[in-house]
């Protein structure tokens, strides 16, 4: 693609990247939460695929690479839902307002969003890859 | 107990593609049926609150005689449906059975919330499942017809949501029964009824919104043209019968969809009888039996509504045993135009007896299910007005036509094609059990009478519904 | 708010029309985002108060938030309708690309083998 479209992009996706993962982290404080940090990830990664090429970006997060994260997140899911079934009493735990607030909405939130990130940068992948 | 059967229902989706095994998703879907069928068998109202919180601020499943009956025909048809299709389809089954899973999942959220919201995210569950299976077998016809469904599906869905929205802006909740006690006759309120109606009468196929479904529904796979076309029509017409009794609470004869129901049998009828594409037949066959349906509970009566809620549990069963034999023949024979089939009764006589069986029950003879609920249609009509009731023993003659023409084409006359190989026994299972359970409910129509009544009774009970959500729960 | 209604119209009319008179596949399903995102914007400007504040809870403004938070409902209801028009449109780009395998042109008007 254009020299110009590869510069910016070169220095802006690190930034969405970032966005993203800042996203999914505060989302039982501010809006958004697993799927919109998810899917600015995703952009992320498919903003470089679309400058540079699918190997490119390929060469950043691969295909493997994508389904153990899915792995792992389901995995993380699983485990916060069971322990939050059977015992109860986890909320609140570091304090009110804070990062920390309510840590089991944090870890489904990042675990959501490393789902989201890996579904959708599967299906960037599998489309460029036409 | 009843959030397990759609949890079973997810986790046998999102499980089958990990164990690449038929007995996972098989499994889920028969463990969701036995607790609908508990439920069912249960008959008291089971409300059940998400998290504790009760309405109206957290979700709610509200499951009384009418979702109850529903549930256990969608998860029945699923696992019917399940157990024929382990054998009819040959590649790619891990991705068949977790969409299939999905779409039993997607219909059992819709037929037990009670909540507008949750009910909007579960229909879009159902039609993404739906848009997949459709494309199924990637030929040039079927990614025709998925492609005409993928564009009019999500428009439907829009105007749906459009409904729900003004809904919530004018009264500030998404319960059902909370928006039930807020509604006032004012324009605005029609105006998100005509787009909640519109949206659904897409997704139905009501005259004139149908011309999407002769192409869409005869590509899909043969089972999942009877899913389709038994429990998701059924579905969609039990969307718009909660919608009109519970929230909106009509009552008295409703012209319009009375009108519309006349329309779309008779078109129905009319095109049916020129089409040579068996499938394509029974699709325009639906059309016109929804439009039967939509004709009864038009009319708003408590024998009106019953007669309605009787012909869409013999839509279901019928079309899917339709839609089933047919699919028999396909998987010999390859072929559905019925100029090129001739002759098969001699070499499957148990596939033609099945289909005989339910062609002549959508017809409405006597000692068939079909025939007590179109007795049930034509005495509702007869206390409105004799015109309907004319018009409905007309078209039910346009049915014998082309049934018969059907009929005779496929399975008398000279043999024009080969069966080399035995029908599995897992194919005729189903057609078998669909057959038997249409002459039981015809013999004998006391047990599904009483079931379909309180079912009605439930149905147009709007405060009832009410006070079950909001004051004891 | 009127300022967004009025773009919601709009929003409307153009996604409706790109739906219905555009012959190319593509700006088909273009339009039909548009559509949806309409029905989103309206929904949004539903819940909103004027001078309102984001619906968060922080420790200054924990006593007044019922009167002057915008409407969170309809945010989490955006959200999720979002995830499923995504969904959506992944699926049909998927059939798009296996339509344009077997016709080899994306334009309505030829894909027409299905007639009675």
Avoid at chain 2, 181 to 188: A, G, L
Avoid at chain 2, 332 to 361: N, W, Y
Wanted: proline share 4%.
């Amino acid at each position: 693609m254009d020299v110009i479209i590869r510069t910016v992009i070169k220095g802006i996706a690190p930034f969405i990247i970032l966005m993203g993962v800042a996203i999914m982290f505060h989302g039982h404080l501010t809006p958004g939460g697993s799927f919109p940090g998810g899917a600015m990830v995703a952009s992320g990664f498919a903003i470089i695929a679309v400058a540079f090429g699918a190997d490119e970006a390929e060469g950043k997060i691969s295909e493997k690479a994508v389904h153990m994260l899915e792995g792992l997140a389901i995995l993380v899911v699983a485990y916060v839902i069971l322990f939050e079934t059977f015992v109860r009493s986890y909320s609140g735990l570091f304090g009110l307002f804070g990062l920390w607030s309510s840590v089991e909405v944090m870890a489904l939130n990042v675990a959501g969003g490393i789902m989201v990130l890996g579904a959708l940068t599967l299906v960037v992948l599998l489309l460029l890859k036409e | 107990m009843i959030e397990y059967a759609i949890i079973a229902l997810l986790a046998g989706a999102f499980l089958t593609p990990v164990f690449k095994r038929s007995c996972v998703p098989l499994a889920a879907i028969l463990f969701s049926f036995l607790v609908m069928a508990s439920v069912f068998m249960q008959g008291q109202t089971v409300i059940m609150k998400f998290s504790g919180w009760s309405p109206p601020f957290g979700i709610v499943w509200v499951v009384d005689s009418f979702n109850a009956l529903m549930g256990l025909l969608v998860t029945g048809m699923a696992m019917l449906v399940a157990i024929y299709s382990t054998k009819y389809i040959r590649e790619r089954r891990s991705r068949f059975f977790t969409l299939l899973c999905l779409m039993t999942a997607g219909l059992l959220g819709v037929t037990l919330t009670g909540d507008v919201f949750n009910m909007y995210v579960f229909f879009e569950i159902l039609s993404i499942a739906c848009y997949g299976l459709v494309a199924f077998n990637t030929d040039k016809e079927a990614i025709e017809g998925a492609l005409k469904y993928i564009v009019l599906g999500p428009l439907a869905s829009s105007f749906i949501l459009l409904g729900i929205a003004m809904l919530y802006g004018l009264t500030g909740t998404l319960n059902m029964a909370d928006i039930a006690t807020k509604i006032q006759p004012d324009i605005t309120f029609n105006m998100a009824f005509g787009f909640l109606i519109g949206g659904l009468a897409l997704k139905s196929a009501i005259v004139p919104f149908h011309f999407w479904l002769p192409d869409v529904y005869p590509v899909a796979p043969s089972p999942i043209s009877a899913m389709l076309s038994s429990v998701v029509a059924g579905t969609g017409m039990y969307i718009v019968m909660r919608i009109l009794f519970t929230i909106f609470g009509f009552s008295g004869v409703m012209w319009m969809f009375v009108a519309f129901g006349v329309l779309t049998m008779i078109l129905g009828g009319l095109i049916a009888i020129v089409q040579t594409n068996v499938k394509r037949m029974i699709a325009y066959s639906t059309i016109s039996q929804n439009g039967y349906i939509f004709l009864a509970f038009g009319l708003g009566t408590n024998l009106g509504v019953a007669a309605a809620i009787f012909h869409l549990v013999n839509n279901i069963i019928v079309k899917s045993l339709l839609f089933l034999a047919v699919g028999i023949i396909i998987w010999h024979t390859g072929k559905k135009d019925m100029r090129e089939l001739g002759g098969l009764g001699k070499q499957l006589p148990l596939v033609m007896v099945c289909f005989g069986i339910g062609a002549l029950s959508i017809i409405g003879l006597p000692p068939l299910n079909g025939f007590v609920s179109k007795w049930m249609i034509y005495s509702a009509t007869w206390e409105i007005s004799p015109v309907l009731t004319a018009i409905a023993v007309i078209v039910s003659a346009m049915t014998l036509i082309y049934y018969i023409k059907a009929f005779a084409s496929v399975f008398l006359g000279r043999s024009k094609c080969e069966i080399r190989e035995r029908t599995p026994l897992v194919m005729l299972l189903p057609v078998i059990i669909l057959a038997a359970v249409c002459v039981f409910l015809g013999v004998f129509p006391q047990a599904a009478i009483g079931a379909v009544e309180s079912a009605a009774a439930a149905l147009l009970n709007q405060s009832q519904y009410i006070t079950a959500v909001l004051g004891g729960g | 708010m009127i300022i967004t209604l009025i773009t919601a119209a709009l929003l409307a009319v153009m996604g409706a029309y790109c739906v219905v008179a555009k012959k190319n596949l593509l700006k088909k399903l273009i339009g039909l985002g548009i559509f949806t995102n309409f029905i989103h914007l309206m929904f949004i400007s539903m819940g909103y108060l004027e001078g309102g504040i984001a619906p968060i809870i922080t420790p200054e403004n924990i006593l007044s938030f019922p009167v002057r938070a915008v409407d969170p409902i309809p945010q989490a209801l955006v959200l999720t309708s979002i995830v499923v028009q995504l969904s959506v449109t992944a699926l049909a780009l998927s059939v798009t690309i296996l339509a344009y395998r077997h016709f080899k042109t994306l334009d309505t008007d030829k894909m027409r083998d299905l007639r009675d």
